[in-house]
C-alpha cells in the first residue's frame, strides 16, 4: 500500500476532485495549508502585489493498493499543473497495513468498499 500526499493551488481543488473520483479512488482527505517554499517570486495581478509563498494551498492525502498508486500520481500531475512556480509537490510513502476499525479487517482489502 502507499500513501500519497500532494499540496496543490486551492485554485485546481476542485478539479482534481473530480478528476480522483473519476478514477480509482474511493475516498480521500484534504485540509487548507500554509507553507513557505525556497522559490518567492512576486507578481502583480489587477494592480495588487503578492508573492507566490502565500498562494493558497490543499493537502490531500490518499492511501490506495500499490497497483493505482502511479496512474493516481499521473492524474495529480497532469490536473494541478499550471507551470508557474508553487504548484506544489507530491510525496509518495510506503504504508505497512491499514485497519478497518468497525470490522477489525486488515490488510489492502480494507481500502476497497464492500458494497
Known sequence: MKKIEA?????????????????????????????IGQRRQERIYRGVQYSTDVIERVAITIVCRDIIAQPTIQVILKVANTGEVGDGRIFLSDIID??????GENGDSVLKDKK
Do not use: Q
Open 98 to 103: 491499514t485497519y478497518s476499525i468497525r470490522t
Open 7 to 35: 499540496i496543490i493551488r486551492k485554485t485546481k481543488f476542485d478539479e482534481l476532485k473530480e478528476a480522483l473520483l473519476a478514477s480509482d479512488i474511493d475516498w480521500f482527505e484534504y485540509h487548507d495549508v500554509h507553507g
